[in-house]
Nanobody, 127 residues
C-alpha cells in the first residue's frame, strides 16, 4: 500500500509559477507509474499529467501542454509538477495519484485507473 502526500500549493497570480511535490508517506514509488489530477469546485476530477516508472514516458492533458512538466526522482521517492504560465482556470485542488502494479507501462490517465490518491493541495490563481 502507498500513502501519498502533496505539498506546494497556494495562491499565485496569473502568469506565475508553482511547483507541486508528492511524497510517499508510506510505501515506495519504486516501479509505480504516477499521475496528477485536479478538481475545480463543482467539476469532475480531471487528468493533468502522468509519468511512467522510469521517468522516460510522460503524457499531459491538452490544456497544460507546454506549461506544466511532470518529473520524478526515484532516489528521493518524489514526483513533482512544475506549473508555469498559470491561469485562473488552473485553480483547483491538485491530487497525486498512482496505480497498483509495478514496472508496467499503463499510465493512470483516468480516475478509474487510480488505486491511491493523496489528500490534495489547493492551487488558487488570481487574475
Amino acid at each position: 500500500q502507498v500513502q501519498l502526500v502533496e505539498s506546494g500549493g497556494g495562491p499565485v497570480q496569473a502568469g506565475g509559477s508553482l511547483r507541486l511535490s508528492c511524497e510517499a508517506a508510506k510505501g515506495t514509488f519504486n516501479g509505480l507509474a504516477m499521475a496528477w489530477f485536479r478538481q475545480a469546485p463543482g467539476k469532475e476530477r480531471d487528468f493533468v499529467a502522468a509519468v511512467d516508472w522510469t521517468g522516460g514516458i510522460k503524457t499531459y492533458a491538452d490544456f497544460v501542454k507546454g506549461r506544466f512538466t511532470i518529473s520524478r526522482d526515484n532516489a528521493k521517492n518524489t514526483v513533482n509538477l512544475q506549473m508555469n504560465s498559470l491561469k485562473p482556470d488552473d485553480t483547483a485542488v491538485y491530487y497525486c495519484a498512482t496505480k497498483e502494479g509495478r514496472f508496467r507501462t499503463i499510465l493512470p490517465q483516468t480516475t478509474s485507473l487510480v488505486d491511491y490518491w493523496g489528500q490534495g493541495t489547493q492551487v488558487t490563481v488570481s487574475s
